[in-house]
C-alpha cells in the first residue's frame, strides 16, 4: 500500500475519517498547506472526473484530497507531477452527510470510504482501514462488491 493523503487543515478534525489511519504502515498522511509544492509522480489521484478506477491501474500509489469541493483547485494546483485522474464507481455511502450550506452529491463516500474502495478495486484488501470507522459494517453491507 502506497498512499498520499493530503488533507485540509480547514476540515474538521473531529469530523475526520482519516484520523484514525495516522500511522498505519503505507499511508502518509499530511496537512495540506497553500504555500507549499508537493512531488506526487504518476500516482492514481481519486476524482470524480477521472476515468473510472480498474484492477489495470494496480501498482501505482493513491493519491487523496481531503478537502471540500471548493478547495480542490487550490490543492490541485498545488501539485507537482502527473497524477492519474480515476473515479470510482457508484457506491453507497454509509456516513450521514449533512450540510446546512449544499446538497451533498448523491454519490459521494466518506473519505475513509473512498480509500477503503480504491484500494479495494486494485486489488488489495485493507480492512484494517475501516477499523475504526464507525459505520464500517453498513458500508460493507451496502457494496458488497467490495468485500
Known sequence: MDV?????PRESARKCSLFPLRGTAGIDLQSWRFDRRYAVGRRILLHPDGELLSSSDAGRGVLLLDCAW???PQMLASLDGEPLPRRLPRLVTAYPRRSKLFEDPSGGLSSVEALYAALAILG???V???AHYRWREQFLAANPQLA
Do not use: A
Not at 498520499?4 to 485540509?8: A, G, M, V, Y
Open 4 to 8: 498520499l493523503i493530503l488533507r485540509d
Open 70 to 72: 471548493r478547495r480542490l
Open 124 to 126: 488489495e484488501r485493507p
Open 128 to 130: 484494517q482501514l475501516l
